[in-house]
C-alpha cells in the first residue's frame, strides 16, 4: 500500500502563486491532481506519466497550472499561477499502481492523499 503526503496547500490572494507537493511511500505510475470545490464533485487537473514526459491539463487550468515529478524523491509537484477564486477547492493527489494509459477518471487511481485546502481570496 503507498501513502500519499499532499502539503502547500493556504490562502493566497487573487493572481498569486501556490505550489503543491505530494509524496509517495512507493513506486507509482501515472500520478495526478484532482480537486473538488464546495457543492461539486471532485474534477481532474493535471496529470503525469511515470517517466514525467507526458503531461494533461484540465482546460480550466492551462497555461496556469503546470504538474511534474521528481522520481528520486517519488514526488509530484502542482504549481499554480494566476491563481482565481474559482481555483478555492480541496486538492488531492491520486496516483495508479499499475499501468493504464488514463489520466482524467477517477477510478483508474489506487491510492489518495488525503487532501490539501487551497482558498484564493479576492
Known amino acids: 500500500q503507498v501513502q500519499l503526503v499532499e502539503s502547500g496547500g493556504g490562502l493566497v490572494q487573487a493572481g498569486g502563486s501556490l505550489r503543491l507537493s505530494c509524496a509517495a511511500s512507493?513506486?507509482?505510475?501515472?500520478m495526478a491532481w484532482f480537486r473538488q470545490a464546495p457543492g461539486k464533485e471532485r474534477e481532474f487537473v493535471a496529470g503525469?506519466?511515470?517517466?514525467?514526459?507526458?503531461?494533461y491539463t484540465a482546460d480550466s487550468v492551462k497555461g496556469r497550472f503546470t504538474i511534474s515529478r521528481d522520481n528520486a524523491k517519488n514526488t509530484v509537484y502542482l504549481q499554480m499561477n494566476g491563481l482565481k477564486p474559482e481555483d478555492t477547492a480541496v486538492y488531492y493527489c491520486?496516483?495508479?499502481?499499475?499501468?493504464?494509459?488514463?489520466?482524467?477518471?477517477?477510478?483508474?487511481?489506487?491510492?489518495w492523499g488525503q487532501g490539501t485546502q487551497v482558498t484564493v481570496s479576492s
Open positions: 503525469v506519466n511515470r517517466s514525467g514526459t507526458n503531461t
Open positions: 512507493g513506486r507509482t505510475f501515472i
Open positions: 491520486a496516483a495508479q499502481s499499475r499501468f493504464s494509459g488514463t489520466y482524467y477518471a477517477e477510478v483508474v487511481y489506487d491510492y
